[in-house]
């Protein structure tokens, strides 16, 4: 079903205690694939995702990923106007976003990029552009960072500011590029420090 995977993605780290509003389910499909749902689309897999149980409402536009042994549950439905409201604060969050990043200075601190012979890698090297889109998702977290990364290459370059420390960023965004050499194999060197001074390269392989 049309956005199951991306929004069972946006979950996982969800619990009853610890859902997640419509509109951040809304960025998150977003940020993945570059797409806002229409109604009909997030209404027809909310229900039915819900009526699977694989994820639950802990209150209205309110959702989280189910364990296994929990029981089905009852989708509350939502007006087309309920759901523009949504779009459009998400539209808003977004436009703020974007202005407060483009006034922090940021320089870049980690390059990573294919191994040449992986580069002829079709699968890898589509997987590795949304591998991009999770990196732009850290910024989502508090955390501002920048990602540059042109269309069909391998190189995906992070700025972020003074106060980060590139090292932890690494290892904040290294599960996410094991998953990507989990799936297809391959080669990911990764250069990690400020620019213009020393780094240090790792090499992720499986």
């Known amino acids: 079903m049309k956005f199951e995977e991306e929004i069972l993605k946006a ?7 610890d859902p997640k509003k ?3 389910l809304v960025r998150d499909i977003d940020f993945f694939i570059r797409v806002i749902p229409s109604y009909d689309e997030i209404r027809a897999v909310l229900k039915a995702l819900i009526e699977n149980g694989e994820i639950k409402e802990s209150s209205k536009l309110h959702y989280y990923k189910t364990q296994k042994s929990e029981m089905k549950g009852t989708f509350t439905d939502f007006s087309e106007e309920e759901y523009r409201n949504v779009v ?5 969050w977004l436009a703020d976003e974007m202005e407060s990043v483009d006034d922090i200075p940021m320089e870049e601190v980690i390059v990573i990029r294919l191994s040449q012979k992986d580069c002829n890698n079709k699968d890898l090297l589509s997987d590795f552009g949304l591998l991009s889109d999770e990196m732009i998702q850290i910024n989502c977290t508090g955390v501002p960072v920048g990602v540059s990364h042109g269309q069909n290459s391998p190189v995906i370059e992070l700025s972020t500011v003074d106060s980060i420390d590139p090292q932890e960023l690494y290892e904040y965004i290294l599960p996410s590029i094991q998953e990507l050499i989990k799936e297809h194999g391959g080669i990911v060197e990764v250069s990690v420090g400020r620019k213009g001074k020393s780094k240090k390269v ?3 392989n499986n």
Do not use: D, H, I, Q
């Not at 979950?11 to 205690?17: K, S």
């Not at 459009?88 to 808003?92: D, I, Q, S, T």
């Open 22 to 24: 419509l509109w951040l």
């Open 11 to 17: 979950l996982r780290e969800t619990n009853a205690e």
């Open 202 to 204: 790792y090499s992720v």
């Open 88 to 92: 459009e604060y998400f539209r808003e």
